[in-house]
């Protein structure tokens, strides 16, 4: 009997080990191992964006900061063409500055700010809840910003290795020249290799 429960300890412990083998695996090393839902709902496989230059933007639309929009806006329009995506994730989490469902966030920031570039569906940025996706970058250390997401348009700029490159605070506009010439540093470093 003694040797059967040894026998049973034994295989449970290797059970463990290799599902905590598996779970290490599957801990994201970089951007591209995520997948996200767009404003419409559907899967987004942010692999997709290999070899881009990415800027993640928390927002929301009842805030100081949202005609950050329009600066972003701008942003896209004249750095699509090299290989720029911008991606806002719509949260509520400061002030309660983001109390619109999905198609009423898309409305808003198509009619008020023209927004063309794509957005994802509302959800937590900060806290216990907060999305996997920003989970990770905010776990990420880079420019001497790190912890936790304090405010909306915060910004995450990504290489085309899908490593966090730099981060913004809310303070920094679209248009700052430190923000530019971060992105204009990945778009040499592109073209040299």
């Not at 809310?170 to 430190?178: K, L, N, Q, R, T």
Request: a positive charge; glycine letters at 10%.
């Amino acid at each position: 009997m003694k040797s059967h429960r040894f026998c049973w300890q034994g295989l449970l412990g290797s059970i463990v080990l290799l599902m905590s083998a598996a779970t290490a695996e599957a801990k994201p090393k970089s951007f591209y191992d995520f997948k996200v839902n767009s404003i419409e709902g559907q899967v987004v496989d942010l692999s997709q964006m290999k070899g881009k230059t990415v800027l993640v933007v928390n927002t929301a639309s009842r805030c100081g900061y949202t005609p950050q929009y329009q600066g972003l806006q701008k942003l896209y329009s004249k750095y699509q063409n090299k290989g720029l995506v911008i991606l806002g994730f719509p949260s509520n989490d400061f002030g309660g500055q983001e109390p619109g469902k999905n198609q009423e966030i898309k409305r808003f920031c198509a009619l008020n700010y023209g927004v063309q570039f794509p957005m994802f569906e509302k959800g937590p940025v900060s806290g216990a809840n907060a999305q996997a996706l920003f989970r990770w970058l905010t776990s990420q250390r880079a420019s001497g910003v790190e912890g936790e997401v304090l405010w909306n348009f915060e910004k995450f700029l990504i290489n085309s290795d899908g490593k966090l490159e730099k981060r913004f605070r809310s303070e920094v506009a679209p248009e700052d020249s430190g923000l530019l010439s971060a992105i204009e540093i990945q778009f040499s470093k592109k073209s040299n290799h």
